[in-house]
């Protein structure tokens, strides 16, 4: 081969990694996101485990229900009502003896919601939706345990967030239910 012929074939070879390459993959437009509704509304159930140990249970039930309206941020928002019946037996610590506890609880919460990338959604978005007690959620806390975890209880209940990932329906879709897989719980959207 010559030096004239490699210096060509160098010099396409070096043209040619500077051209972009086309085919299939290129001028493909990224798919546009399915418009999202305006409001939604959730209603949450907990589906927790119910266990019963020596004739006493532990489970309950929970359920977080109202609306999520979305803001100009394309976050979601909205005051829920909260309804609580949880059931506690067992000891609240190694040197304790066995008590049991009901604890009922009832409130707002201030839920909140971002909006996040979903393949497995219809939508293709979920929402991870946190929620915290508002001022004035109220919590009766009864049974045989000690007062001091009792009122750890109550004080647990009315002071810590929660937090629940669940897809999002798009604009115009019917009502949706699903148990969440990673949470226990099962979610309505309507």
Not at 19 to 29: E, L, R
Not at 76 to 86: A, D, K, N, P, Q
Request: charged content about 15%.
């Amino acid at each position: 081969m010559s030096r004239r012929r490699l210096s060509q074939l160098a010099t396409a070879l070096a043209l040619g990694g500077l051209t972009p390459a086309t085919g299939p993959t290129q001028n493909v437009p990224a798919p546009v996101p399915v418009a999202l509704k305006a409001v939604y509304q959730v209603l949450l159930t907990s589906a927790w485990s119910q266990e019963t140990a020596g004739g006493c249970r532990n489970g309950g039930t929970e359920t977080v229900e109202g609306a999520l309206s979305r803001n100009a941020d394309g976050t979601y928002s909205g005051s829920f009502v909260r309804r609580t019946e949880l059931l506690f037996c067992g000891a609240h610590s190694a040197a304790a003896r066995s008590c049991a506890l009901t604890l009922v609880g009832q409130g707002s919460v201030v839920m909140t919601g971002v909006v996040m990338d979903d393949e497995a959604s219809p939508s293709g978005r979920s929402v991870r939706a946190t929620w915290i007690p508002a001022p004035g959620h109220e919590a009766v806390v009864s049974g045989a345990c000690p007062a001091a975890f009792k009122d750890a209880m109550r004080e647990m209940y009315l002071s810590t967030p929660h937090a629940v990932e669940f897809p999002l329906t798009a604009a115009g879709a019917g009502p949706r239910t699903e148990r969440l897989e990673n949470y226990a719980w099962t979610v309505e959207l309507n």
